[in-house]
């Protein structure tokens, strides 16, 4: 089998961390399945996990705070810290060129982190009305995606502070976001297991203040329990969707019929996912403590990494190829 994300040259890492609620961080070699090092992460579980645009350092988001580690030492504890946000952080992102770090929270905000200034303080906050549950920045670095637990997503244009918001399904919960690297779809997924598709056109030329232009696609009813996340595959031709129905579901973007199912009897809710930089492969994050190397093509499971202790709820997987997700 080739490395997880198709790289035989080696000239890229391939990195994968899992976490969740044991208070650890877990690094495998994602091709093994050996777990090559682990990191307590004491003050809360870790509700998401992301990878600097330059490999170099992974970013933990907890409770009130927000941890960076060395992905390139042996170092136990985290080189930045963080702090003064209440409540769980829910997201975090990196704009393109790692010179600013976005979070979301419970505390019903979005933040701009400066990663060039030596303040850690946040820079730029965006208020709204429930508890964020999802960030996501657009390909074109500006404008972030707001998904919230009252069903708003809104659209924070940066340049300008506009936002706009839409309400795909009232009394329900955006629970993730996702839009395709080449800015021509954006899909989110809600508690009731439904995801929503639209169609991105960009501002027009004569009119450039103007945000991105949601038009809607398709309702795709894909998990019958909780929906937790959906993400585009790095060609934009799949999309996946997770769920507490234990199952991982994945959506050919042509026409959004459905490929193929990821299931097996052990896995329990499938809370995070992410596909290798050439979208043959994805990588699955579970309550059963277990995280699964998927063959999309194939169906089946090719590795699985078990170490941890409890649930495992986010995941972050890197081969040389950025995500927007």
Known sequence: MPTAGGNSSGSEPVILATAGYD?????????????HRTVQHPD??????????????LSAAGYQHIRMYDLNSNNPNAVINYDGVSKNVTAVGFQEDGKWMFTGGEDCSARIWDLRSRSLQCQRIFQVNAPVNCVCLHPNQGELYVGDLSGAIHIWDLNTDHNEQLIPEPDSSIQHISIDTEGTMLAAINNKGNCYIWSLTRAQADAPQQLT?????????AHEKYGLKCKFSPDSTLLATTSADQTVKIWRTADFSLKTTLSD??????????????????????SDNVARLW??????????????Q??????????????YN
Not at 213 to 221: G, V
Not at 310 to 323: E, H, I, N, W
């Open 213 to 221: 232009h949601l038009i809607p696609k398709t309702k795709i009813p």
């Open 23 to 35: 208070h650890s961080i877990r690094f495998w070699q994602a091709h093994s399945g050996i777990c």
């Open 265 to 286: 009897k052990t896995q329990r809710w499938v809370w995070d996912c992410s596909f290798s930089g050439d979208s043959q492969y994805l990588v699955t994050a579970s």
């Open 295 to 308: 063959s999309v093509e194939q169906g089946e499971i090719k590795r699985e990494y078990s170490g941890h």
């Open 310 to 323: 409890k649930a495992v709820t986010s995941l972050a997987f890197y081969d040389g190829v950025p995500s």
């Open 44 to 57: 809360s579980q870790v509700n998401c996990l992301e990878i600097t645009p330059d490999g170099q350092l």
